[in-house]
């Protein structure tokens, strides 16, 4: 089964139980859950369903195409389920075999891992689901976003595209991937692996990006001031990507880290607030 | 007629997080203990069984009903309730007629000095089942856990999902709601092998049904049949195995399946063993050693149910991933020289008062050699060279990769990159121990850097103003204290810990004097809490604990005192002692000025022999102080019980004739020095053994 495939009959899956089909967002998020279509979407009463694909791009893990599954950028495709149903596992278990998985010959687990995104006042609670060993989605019930508790509480998956591919393909290096046949995963993505590995590590103006990272916090705040929840959203994403940008480039120092977090984790929280207070109007 | 039954409560869930599934085991018995006594229902015996997936609460041999209840109520007074030919009143009739009984069942009884009529009447006990139902609603919510969550939009928050709730006592099904969750008389098996859901009868029938779709309820049982595995797949008949990891594989699945798997020969020559084990770890494996301690080329995996082919092929391919992943980390470390790792930590800042993790290896540098002289030690150049290099494994990519091999990692590449075995052992061990009952560091220069290595953590964290005293430890500056005074204790090393501390303050420019007070304090309350917990009472610890000096001497002097005063002596011996204290501390209040004893102006009998008898036994005393034989030397002191009484009883100390007055003063100060020299004994209570009193020694010097 090719990685278009595989990430087509997921999403048709989800889209049969009633989720919208989305798209990614267009600005750089390091994970799904920073889409608007979750971090705004799980806060307050309304119920929603939703799948869509995220290229997910996290500098740190920049290996420059060499290593055979780490990647600057990957493919999540991510579920949110509000409020979580009571099969949601029975749910998630069934959309595995529509990928061909039979469960009862493989040893599929919940493992215990609380997740939580620190920049965004997200956390959740749930568990890294391993099939015969390899992680390949990420289950949790959304607690908190913003830092404000949510209710009701919404389920999100979320699927590393590649390790089901990789597992599903019996491949050992995500690059040998099959996107589709005749092109594999590294045709189309090893040279821009590489190029932004570079970047992250080497190339990256810190000051530059300091400058930027103030800058996008301040246009972020006063878009706030002017009640324009979305784009301020947006610079608040700006920021956490440059910080993540900042830290790959080893200009972060540990306390200073924090405060980082901090200062984005504030804005998100503004945001979350001021999307609940408005929503409706 | 009653008669017992059993119960069962099965509370179904999604996957629990391990640490809240081992403690329901163990509180959810308890809480249905005290809740069954509550109600009056009696029971045999309460057990619970747990799987990642539910958690069982089984009730053998409990009541039908509740037991019943006699309630008394008192009325009016009997002279008031009966006239004089002993004929009810209408108060009687009126009281019977409230409270539903007959007159003639209305009793006299007295309530303080009074007589008074009651009514007694019996309350009989509810059917059990009706209890249950109003009960186990609460039981549910009252369960404890770590993180507790919610989900959905139920308002009920649980350690993870509650998804079915099956509650029989035996063959009737207890009808309960909690939140939108109804109880019933289904169950679920394995969740691929056979889901179902299954129909109960009775509790005999709910572990038949579980047996038979594939779930072993009982954590014991998974435990032995892996155990049973490992010896006949994996072939370890008679090897031992980390029983922690058994327990652990156990206890997160429902049915296991032992898996036998086989690691890359070529990792085993290239990556160090630990490295190895770390990963297959983290792979929830099981790593094995043979007699001599040799990572063996297998792991064992054990999955929840099936042992198809391809599970097994996968768990050693995600291991080999990783294998490779560390490969490449400890290829690309060894790149350059382990010393060179100290730039990296230049970069690293720590705290803006404190400066980078640089800055604290050159303070952990001077004071550790600074310890490593004051225990005697000649290698001061490799404990420094030690302390320089024992965080540099911090800015390698396998310790990022694997944290909990901090230390052994630095000690490795140490020794790869030409460093001589003792600083590489240095580096290795200096974190031990990393929790009470790990193992301490074999040398004695690791000691002198991990003793350095806490005492910069904690001055540094009193500097930036963590408070140290706040019920929760987010730092772990009290692991840290706890961890060097179990060092200085189990290890006896002579170490002057106020000028330690002294030292370590004048390694921070910034520091104040009221940083080094904060220390000596934080310290303090350390080794009083640690001789708490080894069952030191508070009295004696009040007693030891106004020297700081050496902590070792601390320790013993406490376990010493301990033992003295259960003996049959010790009351009436520290008795006496306290008739010389007391005294002295009348003429200190008196402000008479102690002058120099001479033993020329000794003239009774009593107060010759006192003398003589201190002056037999101060050699030997001297000597079982320096042997620092605490016990013998308190043994000894009590020798000087019968003349000390016999002093006080043929001589008046506080005579007129002030020469004779200091003088006997003097001599009963020379004595005291001994006793004080071990313990203020005006903090020791007395336990007076004949009549149970106790009574405070210092409560006897104000009398």
Same mark, same amino acid.
């Given at each position: 089964?090719?990685?278009?495939?595989?990430?087509?009959?997921?999403?048709?899956?989800?889209?049969?139980?009633?989720? %919208?089909?989305? @798209?990614?967002?267009?600005?750089?998020? +390091?994970?799904?859950?920073?889409?608007?279509?979750?971090?705004?979407?799980?806060?307050?009463?309304?119920?929603?369903?939703?799948?869509?694909?995220?290229?997910?791009?996290?500098?740190?893990?920049?290996?420059?195409?060499?290593?055979?599954?780490?990647?600057?950028? @990957?493919?999540?495709?991510?579920?949110?389920?509000?409020?979580?149903?009571?099969?949601?596992?029975?749910?998630?278990?069934?959309?595995?075999?529509?990928? +061909?998985?039979?469960?009862?010959? @493989?040893?599929?687990?919940?493992?215990?891992?609380?997740?939580?995104?620190?920049?965004?006042?997200?956390?959740?609670?749930?568990?890294?689901?391993?099939?015969?060993?390899?992680?390949?989605?990420?289950?949790?019930?959304?607690?908190?976003?913003?830092?404000?508790?949510?209710?009701?509480?919404?389920?999100?998956?979320?699927?590393?595209?590649?390790?089901?591919?990789?597992?599903?393909?019996?491949?050992?290096?995500?690059?040998?991937?099959?996107?589709?046949?005749?092109?594999?995963?590294?045709?189309?993505?090893?040279?821009?692996?590489?190029?932004?590995?570079?970047?992250?590590?080497?190339?990256?103006?810190?000051?530059?990006?300091?400058?930027?990272?103030?800058?996008?916090?301040?246009?972020?705040?006063?878009?706030?001031?002017?009640?324009?929840?979305?784009?301020?959203?947006?610079?608040?994403?700006?920021?956490? @990507?440059?910080?993540? %940008?900042?830290?790959?480039?080893?200009?972060?120092?540990?306390?200073?880290?924090?405060?980082?977090?901090?200062?984005?984790?504030?804005?998100?929280?503004?945001?979350?607030?001021?999307?609940?207070?408005?929503?409706?109007? | 007629?009653?008669?017992?039954?059993?119960?069962?409560?099965?509370?179904?869930?999604?996957?629990?997080?391990?640490?809240?599934?081992?403690?329901?085991?163990?509180?959810?018995?308890?809480?249905?203990?005290?809740?069954?006594?509550?109600?009056?229902?009696?029971?045999?015996?309460?057990?619970? /069984?747990?799987?990642?997936?539910?958690?069982?609460?089984?009730?053998?041999?409990?009541?039908?009903?509740?037991?019943?209840?006699?309630?008394? $109520?008192?009325?009016?007074?009997?002279?008031?309730?009966?006239?004089?030919?002993?004929?009810?009143?209408?108060?009687?009739?009126?009281?019977?007629?409230?409270?539903?009984?007959?007159?003639?069942?209305?009793?006299?009884?007295?309530?303080?000095?009074?007589? $008074?009529?009651?009514?007694?009447?019996?309350?009989?006990?509810?059917?059990?089942?009706?209890?249950?139902?109003?009960?186990?609603?609460?039981?549910?919510?009252?369960?404890?856990?770590?993180?507790?969550?919610?989900?959905?939009?139920?308002?009920?928050?649980?350690?993870?999902?509650?998804?079915?709730?099956?509650?029989?006592?035996?063959?009737?099904?207890?009808?309960?709601?909690?939140?939108?969750?109804?109880?019933?008389?289904?169950?679920?098996?394995?969740?691929?092998?056979?889901?179902?859901?299954?129909?109960?009868?009775?509790?005999?029938?709910?572990?038949?049904?579980?047996?038979?779709?594939?779930?072993?309820?009982?954590?014991?049982?998974?435990?032995?049949?892996?155990?049973?595995?490992?010896?006949?797949?994996?072939?370890?008949?008679?090897?031992?195995?980390?029983?922690?990891?058994?327990?652990?594989?156990?206890?997160?699945?429902?049915?296991?399946?032992?898996?036998?798997?086989?690691?890359?020969?070529?990792?085993?020559?290239?990556?160090?063993?630990?490295?190895?084990?770390?990963?297959?770890?983290?792979?929830?494996?099981?790593?094995?050693?043979?007699?001599?301690?040799?990572?063996?080329?297998?792991?064992?995996?054990? &999955?929840?149910?099936?042992?198809?082919?391809?599970?097994?092929?996968?768990?050693?391919?995600?291991?080999?991933?990783?294998?490779?992943?560390?490969?490449?980390?400890?290829?690309?470390?060894?790149?350059?020289?382990?010393?060179?790792?100290?730039?990296?930590?230049? =970069?690293?800042?720590?705290?803006?008062?404190?400066?980078?993790?640089?800055?604290?290896?050159?303070?952990?540098?001077?004071?550790?050699?600074?310890?490593?002289?004051?225990?005697?030690?000649?290698?001061?150049?490799?404990?420094?060279?030690? &302390?320089?290099?024992?965080?540099?494994?911090?800015?390698?990519?396998?310790?990022?990769?694997?944290?909990?091999?901090?230390?052994?990692?630095?000690?490795?590449?140490?020794?790869?990159?030409?460093?001589?075995?003792?600083?590489?052992?240095?580096?290795?061990?200096?974190?031990?121990?990393?929790?009470?009952?790990?193992?301490?560091?074999?040398?004695?220069?690791?000691? &002198?850097?991990?003793?350095?290595?806490?005492?910069?953590?904690?001055?540094?964290?009193?500097?930036?103003?963590?408070?140290?005293?706040?019920?929760?430890?987010?730092?772990?500056?009290?692991?840290?204290?706890?961890?060097?005074?179990?060092?200085?204790?189990?290890?006896?090393?002579?170490?002057?810990?106020?000028?330690?501390?002294?030292?370590? $303050?004048?390694?921070?420019?910034?520091?104040?004097?009221?940083?080094?007070?904060?220390?000596?304090?934080?310290?303090?309350?350390?080794?009083?809490?640690?001789? &708490?917990?080894?069952?030191?009472?508070?009295?004696?610890?009040?007693?030891?604990?106004?020297?700081?000096?050496?902590?070792?001497?601390?320790?013993?002097?406490?376990?010493?005192?301990?033992?003295?005063?259960?003996?049959?002596?010790?009351?009436?011996?520290?008795?006496?002692?306290?008739?010389?204290?007391?005294?002295?501390?009348?003429?200190?209040?008196?402000?008479?000025?102690?002058?120099? /004893?001479?033993?020329?102006?000794?003239?009774?009998?009593?107060?010759?022999?006192?003398?003589?008898?201190?002056?037999?036994?101060?050699?030997?005393?001297?000597?079982?102080?320096?042997?620092?034989?605490?016990?013998?030397?308190? =043994?000894?002191?009590?020798?000087?019980?019968?003349?000390?009484?016999?002093?006080?009883?043929?001589?008046?100390?506080?005579?007129?004739?002030?020469? /004779?007055?200091?003088?006997?003063?003097?001599?009963?100060?020379?004595?005291?020095?001994? /006793?004080?020299?071990?313990?203020?004994?005006?903090?020791?209570?007395?336990?007076?053994?004949?009549?149970?009193?106790?009574?405070?020694?210092?409560?006897?010097?104000?009398?």
């Amino acid at each position: 089964m090719t990685f278009q495939e595989i990430r087509r009959r997921l999403e048709d899956f989800w889209v049969k139980k009633g989720c %919208l089909l989305w @798209h990614p967002y267009g600005t750089e998020v +390091g994970a799904g859950t920073l889409n608007p279509a979750t971090f705004f979407k799980v806060l307050g009463p309304e119920p929603w369903r939703v799948v869509y694909l995220e290229p997910s791009k996290r500098p740190t893990d920049g290996r420059y195409g060499d290593n055979p599954l780490r990647t600057y950028e @990957h493919f999540q495709l991510q579920v949110i389920l509000k409020p979580s149903p009571e099969n949601a596992q029975d749910l998630y278990c069934k959309s595995l075999e529509v990928l +061909g998985i039979k469960l009862v010959e @493989h040893d599929l687990r919940f493992m215990e891992d609380n997740w939580s995104a620190p920049t965004l006042g997200a956390w959740g609670i749930g568990w890294e689901v391993w099939l015969d060993g390899l992680e390949i989605t990420q289950f949790t019930y959304l607690q908190q976003a913003g830092g404000i508790d949510l209710s009701p509480v919404s389920v999100e998956l979320t699927y590393g595209l590649e390790r089901i591919a990789t597992y599903i393909q019996g491949v050992k290096n995500l690059f040998d991937l099959e996107w589709t046949k005749g092109i594999t995963y590294g045709d189309l993505r090893r040279k821009e692996e590489k190029e932004f590995s570079q970047y992250s590590f080497k190339t990256a103006d810190i000051k530059l990006l300091l400058e930027l990272f103030d800058r996008y916090e301040a246009e972020a705040g006063r878009l706030l001031k002017e009640k324009l929840i979305f784009p301020a959203y947006d610079y608040v994403l700006k920021c956490s @990507h440059t910080f993540n %940008l900042l830290e790959a480039r080893g200009a972060i120092s540990v306390s200073e880290r924090l405060r980082f977090i901090e200062r984005v984790r504030k804005l998100a929280k503004q945001c979350a607030l001021l999307y609940l207070e408005r929503r409706g109007k | 007629m009653k008669k017992n039954l059993d119960f069962i409560l099965e509370i179904g869930t999604e996957e629990l997080s391990l640490q809240d599934m081992r403690h329901s085991l163990k509180e959810l018995p308890l809480l249905a203990e005290e809740i069954l006594t509550r109600n009056n229902i009696s029971f045999k015996k309460t057990l619970s /069984f747990a799987t990642p997936r539910r958690i069982v609460l089984y009730l053998k041999g409990i009541a039908d009903r509740q037991a019943d209840n006699l309630i008394e $109520v008192s009325g009016p007074p009997k002279d008031i309730a009966f006239d004089k030919d002993g004929n009810p009143t209408e108060a009687a009739k009126g009281f019977a007629r409230s409270q539903k009984v007959k007159v003639s069942q209305l009793v006299v009884k007295y309530v303080g000095k009074k007589e $008074v009529v009651c009514a007694v009447s019996k309350k009989k006990g509810k059917p059990t089942s009706a209890i249950l139902r109003r009960v186990l609603p609460d039981l549910l919510r009252s369960l404890s856990f770590t993180q507790p969550m919610r989900w959905g939009k139920t308002r009920l928050s649980f350690s993870r999902p509650i998804r079915w709730i099956l509650a029989l006592l035996d063959e009737k099904t207890i009808r309960f709601r909690v939140e939108n969750l109804n109880s019933s008389n289904l169950t679920y098996g394995h969740r691929f092998l056979s889901p179902g859901p299954f129909r109960v009868r009775n509790p005999a029938n709910y572990f038949d049904t579980l047996q038979k779709n594939f779930v072993i309820l009982d954590r014991e049982i998974r435990a032995s049949l892996i155990r049973k595995g490992l010896e006949e797949i994996c072939s370890l008949k008679g090897r031992k195995v980390d029983e922690d990891l058994i327990r652990e594989a156990g206890d997160l699945v429902e049915y296991p399946a032992l898996l036998c798997c086989s690691i890359e020969k070529q990792y085993l020559k290239i990556l160090p063993e630990r490295v190895i084990e770390s990963a297959v770890k983290r792979g929830k494996g099981i790593p094995f050693r043979d007699g001599k301690g040799n990572l063996l080329p297998l792991f064992a995996i054990v &999955a929840n149910g099936s042992k198809n082919k391809g599970i097994k092929s996968s768990y050693e391919e995600v291991l080999g991933a990783k294998l490779a992943d560390s490969k490449f980390f400890y290829q690309e470390d060894l790149r350059k020289p382990f010393e060179k790792y100290g730039e990296e930590l230049k =970069k690293i800042i720590f705290h803006n008062q404190l400066g980078t993790t640089f800055d604290r290896v050159k303070r952990m540098e001077k004071l550790a050699g600074e310890i490593g002289k004051d225990l005697g030690l000649k290698d001061i150049a490799n404990i420094e060279r030690g &302390a320089l290099l024992c965080k540099n494994d911090l800015a390698t990519q396998m310790v990022r990769e694997f944290p909990e091999l901090q230390g052994f990692v630095g000690g490795h590449y140490g020794l790869l990159s030409g460093e001589n075995e003792l600083t590489s052992q240095i580096i290795e061990e200096h974190y031990l121990p990393r929790f009470p009952g790990d193992s301490l560091p074999t040398r004695k220069e690791a000691m &002198a850097v991990g003793i350095a290595d806490r005492l910069i953590a904690i001055c540094g964290y009193l500097i930036i103003g963590i408070d140290l005293s706040a019920s929760s430890d987010p730092y772990g500056v009290r692991r840290l204290a706890n961890g060097l005074i179990e060092i200085v204790w189990k290890k006896r090393l002579k170490l002057h810990l106020p000028n330690l501390l002294k030292k370590t $303050v004048s390694l921070f420019p910034s520091a104040t004097e009221s940083v080094y007070r904060g220390l000596v304090d934080f310290f303090k309350q350390r080794i009083n809490l640690l001789l &708490a917990n080894d069952g030191i009472p508070a009295d004696i610890r009040a007693a030891i604990l106004i020297d700081l000096s050496d902590p070792v001497q601390i320790r013993e002097k406490a376990i010493s005192l301990k033992i003295w005063k259960k003996t049959s002596s010790a009351s009436a011996s520290l008795e006496a002692f306290s008739r010389v204290t007391n005294i002295l501390k009348q003429a200190e209040n008196w402000k008479i000025k102690l002058t120099a /004893f001479r033993k020329e102006l000794l003239k009774e009998e009593a107060e010759k022999k006192l003398f003589s008898h201190y002056q037999n036994m101060i050699k030997d005393l001297n000597e079982l102080w320096k042997k620092e034989e605490y016990q013998e030397y308190l =043994k000894k002191l009590e020798e000087l019980k019968p003349s000390i009484d016999s002093f006080f009883d043929n001589v008046l100390v506080m005579e007129k004739n002030e020469v /004779f007055r200091n003088n006997r003063l003097a001599l009963l100060s020379l004595i005291n020095q001994e /006793f004080s020299k071990l313990a203020d004994f005006s903090e020791l209570e007395i336990t007076n053994c004949d009549t149970g009193l106790s009574a405070n020694f210092s409560s006897n010097i104000r009398n």
